[in-house]
């Protein structure tokens, strides 16, 4: 039905930026909401951040507040997580989501893996 592959993982510095991006395939009467998840080491899945359908009404976790941004392009088949200030604790795969939930949760990507070194 829908198909999320994310990209952009890598390996940064503390203190260092990273955007990832997301591209959405299949049917665009599947998708609704987007977002990101993330898993840390030894850590289970925790929200990150999500964007409206129409990109107007974001949300995120206290923890990423003021260092990430949700974004999305004029369709509804890509969506992106700008990451700033990164710290080891941002040190995860990273998953996006798309759904009619809030935060969406009804389709995950594989992951893009995140590290940040100290």
């Known amino acids: 039905q829908v198909q999320l592959v994310e990209s952009g993982g890598g390996l940064v510095q503390p203190g260092g930026s990273l955007g990832l991006s997301c591209a959405a395939s299949g049917s665009i009467f599947s998708v609704n909401n987007m977002g990101w998840f993330r898993q840390a080491p030894g850590k289970e899945r925790e929200f990150v951040a999500a964007?409206?359908?129409?990109?107007?009404?974001?949300y995120y976790a206290d923890s990423v507040k003021g260092r990430f941004t949700i974004s999305r392009d004029s369709a509804w088949n890509t969506v992106y997580l700008q990451m700033n200030s990164l710290k080891p604790e941002d040190t995860a795969v990273y998953y996006c989501?798309?759904?009619?939930?809030?935060?969406?949760?009804?389709?995950w990507g594989q992951g893009t893996q995140v590290t940040v070194s100290s």
């Open positions: 989501t798309t759904g009619d939930s809030w935060p969406p949760t009804r389709y």
């Open positions: 964007i409206s359908r129409n990109g107007y009404s974001t």
